[in-house]
């Protein structure tokens, strides 16, 4: 069984900056899967963040983050991370990572496994 932790959620002031991260463990090669990182705020839909390919050189970002928010993957420390920068009061929400085999993708249902969340939360 795959696990997935997420961690460096936290309360930050609009401009601020976070790093979150999402640590994989269990039956799994974590440099062959696609990572993703998804959130939902109360009362909405999960929505798409960001995604990586196993390699680390293809990314696709929503466009609400893009130019923000930059998602990366260290795969000798089976870690993939989501710097996010310029945060805004609309970022709140709880973060979650997810894994996947093949292709990457920004669909939520696409996903194998999922962490247990790490909320955010962005004051104005």
């Known amino acids: 069984q795959v696990q997935l932790v997420e961690s460096g959620g936290g309360l930050v002031q609009a401009g601020g900056s976070l790093r979150l991260s999402c640590t994989t463990s269990?039956?799994?090669?974590?440099?062959?899967?696609?990572m993703g990182w998804f959130r939902q705020a109360p009362g909405k839909e999960r929505e798409f963040v960001a995604s990586?390919?196993?390699?680390?050189?293809?990314?696709y970002y929503a466009d609400s983050v893009k130019g923000r928010f930059t998602i990366s993957r260290d795969n000798a420390k089976n870690t993939v991370y989501l710097q996010m920068n310029s945060l805004k009061p609309e970022d709140t929400a709880v973060y979650y990572c997810?894994?996947?085999?093949?292709?990457?993708?920004?669909?939520?249902?696409?996903?194998?496994?999922w962490g247990q969340g790490t909320q955010v939360t962005v004051s104005s």
């Open positions: 269990g039956r799994t090669s974590f440099s062959t899967y696609a």
């Open positions: 997810a894994s996947k085999t093949g292709v990457v993708s920004t669909r939520a249902a696409a996903y194998n496994y």
């Open positions: 990586i390919w196993w390699t680390g050189d293809i990314t």
